[in-house]
């Protein structure tokens, strides 16, 4: 079975950095596209990165400069550190694997999830 | 940068009935579209992808269509379980990234 754990969540202060988690079953990180979603309290989906299997990266223009997204090919893990947290920050962090469209020759859609870790900006 | 606008923002309507969701583009993203549904304290789950083609273990009430600009997600006989918040969504090419809808609420009327 296919499965993203997310973890690393927590209660941080403005100006704090916190490292989110992504543990992976069933999939190799390393050989896919892999990104964070985040969901503000109420809110709708808001896209925050991604790393290709190639390694390349890609950011938001919200956290670009203060989050840094990364995987551990050993221990079959990504991860998302971020620093400078903001209030606006707080959110609900998504996993998720992009599947790759042989026709468009990019990673399209999200079609496995983890069920994300709650982050709170908050002194 | 693409933006998505979704309508209507809320959709009653009772199980059984048919739901027509809407999603329009600001330009056009071709036929690189698809569409989730989110329950309540739950993950988002892909239900369309490239515009119409259903994901794995999607009921076929579930159906998309559209190209270019204006996209349109049809559940055909709302179960009860259908009840939730749709999302559609995008990818950029430049800058490189992904644009999520504000989401139309499905709710029983």
């Known amino acids: 079975e296919v499965q993203l754990v997310d973890s690393g969540g927590g209660l941080i202060q403005p100006g704090g950095s916190l490292r989110l988690s992504c543990a992976a079953s069933g999939l190799t990180v390393s050989g896919n596209y892999m990104s964070w979603v985040r969901q503000a309290p109420g809110k709708g989906l808001e896209w925050v990165s991604i790393i290709y299997s190639g390694g390349s990266t890609y950011y938001a223009d919200s956290v670009k400069g203060r989050f840094t997204i990364s995987r551990d090919n050993s221990k079959n893990t990504l991860y998302l550190q971020m620093n400078s947290l903001r209030a606006e920050d707080t959110a609900v962090y998504y996993c998720?694997?992009?599947?790759?469209?042989?026709?468009?020759?990019?990673?399209?859609?999200?079609?496995?999830w983890g069920q994300g870790t709650m982050v709170s900006v908050s002194s | 940068e693409i933006v998505l606008t979704q309508s209507p923002a809320t959709l009653s309507l009772s199980p059984g009935e048919r739901a027509t969701l809407s999603c329009r583009a600001s330009q056009s993203v071709s036929s690189y579209l698809a569409w989730y549904q989110q329950k309540p304290g739950q993950a988002p789950r892909l239900l369309i992808y490239?515009?119409?083609n259903r994901a794995t273990g999607i009921p076929a009430r579930f159906s998309g269509s559209g190209s270019g600009t204006d996209f349109t997600l049809t559940i055909s006989s709302l179960e009860p379980e259908d009840f939730a918040v749709y999302y559609c969504q995008q990818r950029s090419s430049w800058p490189p990234g992904y644009t999520f809808g504000q989401g139309t609420k499905l709710q029983i009327k």
């Open positions: 490239d515009a119409s």
């Open positions: 998720a694997r992009a599947y790759y469209s042989h026709r468009s020759g990019y990673p399209e859609a999200f079609d496995i």
